[in-house]
């Protein structure tokens, strides 16, 4: 019954928090460590908001929203979001949304162009909010384990820190009882420029699964990948002796 609770609000977005009442917004959200996405803003190198789909994965932008923090997302255009993030989103030109929207029809070098992108933006003092955990394909995507199978993902997040110098924040957004939300921003980090990629992109694989191990109630639809047997899925799935084994 929670979990099922928990799913309806996760599809809702941020849809919920809408409206002109701005400290209303703001008193859905128990913040941990804001302190540190204060001294990763002070660096003044533009910040790398590193969040995931555990919990209310579209709230994080929504706060900062009513915080009238400057941030883009580097992802897919989410949908079903509140008027606010709409409008929000709706900017176009050399540091508007549109152009930073990412999509999977694009081939080739699309991920070089989103970093180029990127690096304005963050040179510009902005928060470029991305995903760690999304499963992509194309020249730069790196094999890692997520729930006990192999999958390529998009490293795009490391790549871009280790290029722009900018500190890295984690953020997690669980979805309490009433309507409330608790927003954890770990502290910042830089990424050494000799880091490995693969071994990055697994490390943060695994706290996000430690969530969800912990607290499965605010795990979500996006992360049933095992069932997935379309062809666009089979394209990212990573066939290993132990994938074999359990079949």
Aim: glycine residues 6%; positive net charge; proline residues 5%.
């Amino acid at each position: 019954r929670n979990l099922s609770g928990r799913l309806t609000r996760w599809r809702l977005r941020d849809v919920l928090l809408d409206g002109p009442d701005t400290q209303r917004a703001l008193n859905a959200f128990e913040v941990v460590g804001g302190e540190h996405l204060d001294l990763a803003i002070a660096e003044q190198r533009g910040v790398i908001l590193l969040s995931n789909h555990f919990g209310g994965h579209i709230l994080p932008a929504h706060w900062m929203l009513r915080k009238n923090l400057d941030f883009r997302f580097l992802t897919e255009r989410p949908r079903h979001l509140s008027k606010s993030l709409e409008t929000y989103f709706s900017s176009t030109g050399p540091m508007g949304q549109q152009e930073m929207f990412v999509s999977r029809k694009k081939k080739g070098n699309d991920g070089v162009a989103s970093i180029i992108r990127s690096l304005r933006v963050l040179k510009s003092r902005h928060i470029i909010l991305v995903a760690s955990d999304v499963r992509w394909l194309d020249n730069q995507s790196v094999t890692a384990q997520f729930l006990g199978e192999h999958w390529k993902f998009t490293p795009i997040w490391a790549l871009l820190a280790q290029r722009s110098g900018a500190p890295v924040v984690s953020v997690y957004c669980s979805m309490l009882p009433g309507g409330t939300h608790r927003l954890e921003f770990a502290e910042p980090r830089h990424i050494a420029p000799d880091a490995n990629i693969s071994e990055l992109v697994q490390q943060e694989l695994r706290r996000i699964e430690a969530r969800v191990l912990e607290d499965p109630e605010n795990a979500n639809d996006y992360f049933f990948w095992a069932l997935d047997q379309s062809p666009a899925a089979a394209e990212l799935r990573v066939i290993t002796p132990a994938t074999d084994a359990m079949k």
